[in-house]
């Protein structure tokens, strides 16, 4: 093994104190603490200012003026000391397969010659660029090329169909894709290229569309719009141009557009931009999971999800980690692969869903026993509440009752983690994200808005006196919808192309402050505890699905005349989707199968969307004002059938006696 030579985190918050003092301060003096840790990083020229916000419009910008690319801190700034260091460990889908391993150097070297790629087919500065790719290598390359060239990437999870690929490069108006033949997830391949040709019928205004191969499966190339990315790097290789000089953007220049889920049925393109969303991943990363130089970080997400964009790639890059990225699924080929994965690689840090563990708690302890898990320090979750149970088989089982689990809430909203405890360095408490990072101030509210009484962070205190003799204990102070009162780094600053989209979704239900759309429980220690969302959303398996995207897909099949769509709890998933449905003639034989449901979904969204549950019915409980009444429905999907409450307003109470009885 090469010598690591130790990148220091001098931000790293060390004990318990540390943290007390580091978020004392991050109130105080919000600017002071965050400018402090910005003195870290490598900027061409220093900011105008540290911050300048208002949540009315909202406005917010973080070291406007400074000049980065934030790719000469995730790798031009490691090559002095540990080029050698790897950068990137790549497990393919096939435990047969060889694995590849880029360290600094190379990862550098390859991201400048697609940078050069990017420049050679058209790109400039920024341009968005749509990356719908499986989990390679040259997934982590295309994204971070586009940083380096100062596009503005937009990653689409591989699973999303094609309809939602047009919907997002329409949004985005995405002049250039970067794609695989076809990607391997399990014992399937998914035909990716031949979902953007569907998706491009509807996009003329593509240019251009780079092609890996991955699985070698026949596709068609459009001559003058498709490219081959080993052609290309072919030419640059040949022009001989090695470095990429990065291009110089501004602290507050777009850096990303990811799409979520909202309660409208249309995705919104969540931006982040270049510093903020820079130093906040670094600064989460390194204190969350308390990474030391030679750990092995692998965080099990994908790339398509922030998750991944913030903890596989910058959070960890920045920090000079080595980060592994697994192309495959938890369960094959068979249920012991991340056991597996983590003994080959001596894996220091895993970072995983608790839908992912509860599945895996299914399988026993046979396929964990014959792997070697002493290398393990942290666990991780994130994406959903994680129940008591599985909680503890993480700890006991994976962990050995040696390793602390992070609980961290966060969003794609707001770039890394908030809410969370820090490794060996917070306390942990099951069931609790616990206490909110340095710099985040969480504060509960009633539905009118009014601050729950001992739920304010920042003025009630992250931790309480009655706390430090029994850290993780506590009973219930209060409960309410959680908002953000203060801005931070790596805080949305738009929804592309709408900002009044914004306002609207995250800063006017509450004045002054930032809606997370979660409901949130505080303890008398000052630990936070998220319920799930208190709006539209759902959470599948730790993915976000509106219900109104959902019901817009059923509507989509001629025979169905309205839907409503709603969650109820799912012992692997979370939530699980659960559909009403009416069709023109109940009477007659139905025209339409669950089958044809299923299928509508999965070609309108993709298959994560497709319902678990369909019920059809010839009608919905509606208000005389026609709205539908979902907290019956609510109900009646989680089989609480008795206790409906007030049914007297709806239209036609009778419609809820036929839902009943008709429940799956
Ligand atoms: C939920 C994923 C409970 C929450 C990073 C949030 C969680 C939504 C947790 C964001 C957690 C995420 N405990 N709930 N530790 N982490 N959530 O945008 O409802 O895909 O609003 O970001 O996931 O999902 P997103």
């Given at each position: 093994m090469h010598q690591i030579i130790a990148m220091s985190y001098p931000f790293q918050i060390k004990s318990f104190d540390q943290y007390l003092a580091a978020y004392k301060k991050s109130v105080e003096d919000p600017e002071g603490f965050w400018s402090e840790i910005a003195a870290d990083f490598f900027w061409r020229k220093k900011w105008d200012k540290v911050l300048e916000w208002n949540f009315k419009e909202p406005k917010i910008e973080w070291f406007k003026g400074a000049k980065l690319n934030i790719t000469e801190n995730c790798l031009d700034r490691h090559l002095e000391k540990n080029a050698n260091t790897p950068a990137i460990i790549w497990e393919s889908n096939d435990p047969e397969e060889h694995h590849r391993v880029l360290t600094y150097r190379e990862l550098y070297n390859k991201v400048c010659q697609f940078a050069h790629v990017l420049k050679n087919n058209g790109v400039v500065k920024g341009d968005r660029v749509c990356i719908y790719m499986g989990m390679i290598p040259e997934l982590a390359i295309a994204v971070l090329a586009c940083a380096r060239a100062g596009a503005i990437h937009s990653v689409v999870f591989g699973g999303f169909s094609a309809q939602s690929i047009a919907d997002r490069l329409q949004d985005a108006k995405a002049e250039y894709i970067i794609t695989c033949d076809g990607a391997f997830r399990g014992n399937k391949e998914i035909q990716l290229k031949n979902v953007i040709d569907d998706a491009l019928v509807q996009c003329p205004f593509v240019k251009k569309v780079i092609v890996v191969t991955r699985t070698r499966t026949p596709v068609s190339m459009i001559k003058g719009r498709d490219v081959w990315w080993e052609d290309e790097i072919k030419k640059v290789e040949t022009q001989g141009s090695n470095d990429f000089k990065a291009e110089e953007m501004d602290a507050e220049d777009m850096l990303f557009i990811l799409y979520t889920s909202g309660s409208t049925g249309k995705p919104k393109g969540v931006v982040h931009t270049c510093g903020g969303y820079m130093i906040y991943t670094a600064y989460t990363f390194v204190n969350v999971f308390q990474y030391q130089p030679g750990d092995i970080h692998f965080c099990?997400?994908?790339?398509?999800?922030?998750?991944?964009?913030?903890?596989?790639?910058?959070?960890?890059?920045?920090?000079?980690?080595?980060?592994?990225?697994?192309?495959?699924?938890?369960?094959?080929?068979?249920?012991?692969?991340?056991?597996?994965?983590?003994?080959?690689?001596?894996?220091?840090?895993?970072?995983?869903?608790?839908?992912?563990?509860?599945?895996?708690?299914?399988?026993?302890?046979?396929?964990?026993?014959?792997?070697?898990?002493?290398?393990?320090?942290?666990?991780?979750?994130?994406?959903?509440?994680?129940?008591?149970?599985?909680?503890?088989?993480?700890?006991?089982?994976?962990?050995?009752?040696?390793?602390?689990?992070?609980?961290?809430?966060?969003q794609t909203e707001t770039a890394g983690v908030l809410i969370s405890n820090l490794a060996g360095v917070t306390p942990a408490k099951p069931t609790y994200a616990t206490l909110p990072m340095p710099g985040i101030q969480p504060v509960l509210v009633d539905e009118n808005g009014k601050t729950v009484p001992g739920t304010d962070a920042a003025r009630d205190g992250v931790y309480t006196s009655e706390s430090i003799s029994s850290p993780a204990g506590g009973s219930l102070e209060g409960a309410g919808n959680l908002c953000i009162k203060f801005p931070w780094p790596g805080m949305l600053r738009t929804t592309y192309g709408d900002h009044e989209r914004c306002r609207l979704n995250y800063f006017s239900t509450y004045e002054n402050l930032y809606f997370t759309g979660d409901g949130c429980l505080r303890d008398k220690n000052g630990n936070y505890r998220i319920t799930g969302r208190v709006d539209d959303v759902l959470n599948v398996s730790g993915h976000r699905i509106g219900t109104a995207e959902v019901e817009n897909a059923i509507n989509m099949h001629a025979g169905v005349v309205e839907s409503a769509v709603v969650g109820y709890p799912h012992d692997i998933k979370g939530q699980g989707i659960y559909a009403f449905v009416i069709y023109p003639s109940l009477h007659n034989e139905p025209s339409l199968s669950r089958q044809d449901i299923t299928l509508t979904v999965s070609r309108i969204i993709g298959p994560i969307a497709k319902p678990d549950k369909i019920q059809f019915v010839s009608g919905l409980p509606k208000t005389r004002s026609g709205k539908i009444m979902r907290r019956i429905l609510r109900k009646i999907a989680e089989g609480e059938t008795d206790n409906l409450g007030d049914v007297t307003t709806l239209l036609d109470p009778s419609v809820v006696e036929e839902i009943k009885n008709g429940k799956i």
């Open positions: 099990t997400a994908d790339i398509g999800w922030i998750t991944g964009h913030s903890y596989i790639l910058y959070g960890p890059l920045s920090a000079g980690a080595t980060t592994l990225m697994f192309e495959g699924i938890p369960t094959w080929p068979d249920a012991g692969r991340f056991w597996n994965i983590v003994d080959k690689y001596k894996v220091s840090i895993l970072y995983t869903a608790p839908t992912a563990i509860r599945s895996l708690m299914g399988f026993g302890l046979d396929v964990v026993k014959d792997h070697d898990l002493r290398s393990l320090k942290v666990l991780g979750t994130v994406g959903e509440p994680i129940n008591e149970e599985a909680w503890n088989w993480y700890h006991e089982n994976i962990g050995k009752g040696q390793c602390p689990v992070v609980d961290t809430w966060w």
